[in-house]
């Protein structure tokens, strides 16, 4: 079992930026792939960004690389999501998510079954 913990959460200005922190329970955690995931009020569940047990991989949603930055520490049980020039439209509740589930040469981080979930954490981008 593996327990998430988001937080870094919060009001932000546009063009601000903001670093996300998930934090796991779990000595099986630097084995799993973690995924960052948001919703926004009445909008469908959206992927954010991927990383695989290593940190040697990642994956990130269209229109997303480039501003956003996924990062792991092993040793800390920590998975990071760091967010720069942020826009209105990226206002959501961020979610992280896990699975131990292993990833082939040819699929992508956000295919993975995502089996555990934290609770969110709040990100509001002000215009």
């Known amino acids: 079992q593996v327990q998430l913990v988001e937080s870094g959460g919060g009001l932000v200005q546009a063009g601000g930026s903001v670093r996300l922190s998930c934090a796991a329970s779990g000595r099986t955690f630097p084995s799993y792939a973690v995924g960052w995931f948001r919703q926004a009020p009445g909008k469908e569940r959206e992927f954010v960004a991927a990383?695989?047990?290593?940190?040697?991989?990642?994956d990130y949603g269209d229109s997303l690389k480039g501003r956003f930055t996924i990062s792991r520490d092993n040793a800390k049980n920590t998975v990071d999501l760091q967010m720069n020039s942020l826009k209105p439209e990226d206002t959501a509740l961020y979610y992280c998510?896990?699975?131990?589930?292993?990833?082939?040469?040819?699929?992508?981080?956000?295919?993975?079954?995502?089996?555990?979930w934290g609770q969110g954490t709040q990100v509001t981008v002000s215009s």
């Open positions: 998510a896990a699975t131990a589930a292993t990833i082939s040469d040819t699929s992508r981080l956000r295919e993975l079954p995502y089996a555990y």
């Open positions: 990383i695989n047990w290593s940190g040697v991989r990642t």
